[in-house]
Each structure stands twice: as C-alpha cells, then as structure tokens.
C-alpha cells in the first residue's frame, strides 16, 4: 500500500476515488492531501504549516484547490492563510467554530458538509478535544484530527468526558476497514499507556510488536482501521463490557462504559 515513488518524506495510500498522501509536519503531525481522481480537485486536511503542503503540490505537479479543517488548534490551521495567497483554495470549516478559523470561506456541519467535485464527503460533529471538533469521512477513509489517535484519544480541552465518549461511539461505528488517518503519530507511546490499562489483550500485544517495527523502519503506525482501535485503544475498549467489569472491578469503580471510559481518561492525563 505505500508507494515510494515520491519523496521518502510522504506517504501515499491508493482509495478507490482518491489517493491519501501523508506529510509528516512540525514534531509529530501529519497533514494529509487528498488527490481525487475525478477531478482536479487536491484538498489539505488540517495544514499545520504551508511549506509541506507547497513542496507535495509541486511533486505532484497541481495546485491545492481546498482546505478542510477539523478543528481550531494552531497546529492545524496555521497554514490556512499562507496557503490561500498561494492557491486561492477556498478553505472549509465547522460553522459553529467560524469565529476561529483563519480564513475560512464555507461554514460547514453534519447537515452541511463541504462539496468538492470527485469526493463524496461526510461531516461527523465529534465535541470533546474541542467544543467544534469535526471530522471528516471520504469513502472508507476518516480524518478524525485530534479526537481519535492510534491507541489514544485527544485530551479534553473544551469538552466532557460524556461528549467525548459519544465522539468516540459515532467515530467506533464506522465499518471495521475504515482507515484512520489521525494528526499526530502519538501511537507508541500510547501503546504504552494501553498496556497498564489492558494487561491480558493479545491483539495489543501484537500491535505493539508491529507499530514498533514500523517506528524503527522510520515509518508512520498511521493509518490504522477502526477496526484495530476497535480492538486495541483504551478508550474504546469500554465499548467491550467485559473489559469494563474487569477494569471497573480493579479500580473500584461503577462498571458502566462512561465510568470506565472517564477514568481511563484522568488516569492518561497523568501518566
Ligand atoms: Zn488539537
Ligand atoms: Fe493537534
């Protein structure tokens, strides 16, 4: 699935309709281009900054058309307006968080969401990182931002932890091969967390031997599926009732899933 015809600093993953390229951006975000087939159209997920994004389109040899923002952390939207005077793209976010978006052209929300020629885009309202955390699926392809990573989830800066499970819940109902192309690699050392909290999970002890690998061969752990988190994040294990009783019955907690999910959250915070 990963081709090295480009530059060995970006990634690019073959969809029906379109190809995923992955730009690895500042310490450890990722900034995706979307390129579809039936059209020019050649969007940025989330552009932390503008120079990796420049250097993708001259590789590939077209200009960005649009923008698509999950949320307003600088680290995703700092490439916005340098970008805009570079392209003229017309930039797309949530309605709700307008007000914090640079330069955005087109409020977007679930009912709403972006129409760009050759994708078929669905908008998911995902509170909890943030108040105006949305996320974005193409296809059997999600771009969850800062709400889902590889074994983790995103701190809860705006939200509660009942928002963030029915973040979480709208995001595990995706079918099992969406690909989960989150915008940070945070993946090992979140593995290490899942594993204090899931000690007798052998699926985790598997991922843990291959995201390693990939790690060392210098490679991104992203994307994964929703059905590996499914399987192996701590945050989303709480959907398995016999993880909760377990998990619930070690700590002394109620052994309902919100319970369960939101001491595993404070527990992280200070890991
Ligand atoms: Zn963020
Ligand atoms: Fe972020």
New binding site residues.
Partial sequence: MIESRYASCMWSYRHEHFTVHQLPALRDNFIYLIEAYASDALVAVDPAEAVSVRRACKLLGKPLTHIINT?H?W??TDGNTELKKNFNCRIFAYQQDASRIPGIDIKVSAATPPVIDGLHISVVEVPG??SGHIAYVIDDALFC??TLFGAGC?RLFEGTPAQMWQSLNKLAALPAQTKVYCAHEYTLPNLAFARVVDPDNSELDQRVVTDRQKREADEPTIPSTIGMEKATNPFLRPMNQRFCEAYAGERGIAHDALTVFTDIRLKKDHF
Wanted: charged share 20%.
């Fill in positions: 949320h952390h680290d995703h990182h943030t931002g800062d995103g």
